[in-house]
């Protein structure tokens, strides 16, 4: 039910986030799904790629440091009120979000957010339990999973 995220350390310079992109485009890799936070003198990117391990040898032959990470990708109606409910569900079981980004649904009226959790197990069941989506790898990387 997990979904496989890269989390690149950047120098927080020109250049820098194109370079992961070209290298992941050189390779047939895609992107899926992105994040990027900064501070001053260094950013995190986080992505969801077709080809998680072998971006991930990639990026590391390339000198960048990168990390492997287990999310949840959950489906949610794209409406007001779609993120409440997923978040109600949490709260009302204590399950703490780390952090959480969100990318376009795979169906027409949905959206779709990844979400980081200390407890995935916990979040799981909580998620489940309230008949909330959680969507498997296969349906997130759809037809990118594939190469041509």
């Given at each position: 039910m ?17 370079a ?15 994040s ?12 969801i ?16 440091t ?19 409910r997923?978040l ?9 979000v ?7 649904g795979?169906?027409?009226?949905t959206?779709a ?12 069941t909580?998620?489940t339990d309230?008949?909330?989506n959680?969507?498997p ?8 999973s594939?190469?041509?």
């Amino acid at each position: 039910m997990t979904v496989k995220q890269l989390s690149i350390f950047l120098e927080n310079r020109a250049g820098r986030l194109a370079a992961v992109a070209r290298l992941l485009a050189q390779h047939s890799i895609n992107i899926v799904a992105l994040s990027l936070a900064d501070t001053s003198e260094f950013g995190i990117l986080r992505l969801i790629v077709n080809h998680p391990d072998e971006a991930a040898a990639l990026l590391r032959q390339a000198n960048f440091t990168a990390r492997e990470t287990e999310v949840l990708a959950v489906g949610v109606e794209d409406r007001p009120g779609g993120l409440a409910r997923v978040l109600d569900a949490l709260e009302r079981q204590g399950v703490n979000v780390e952090y959480m980004y969100a990318f376009a649904g795979p169906c027409i009226g949905t959206a779709a957010l990844v979400f980081r959790f200390e407890k995935p197990d916990q979040a799981i069941t909580v998620l489940t339990d309230a008949g909330i989506n959680i969507l498997p790898a296969a349906s997130v990387l759809g037809s990118s999973s594939n190469r041509t």
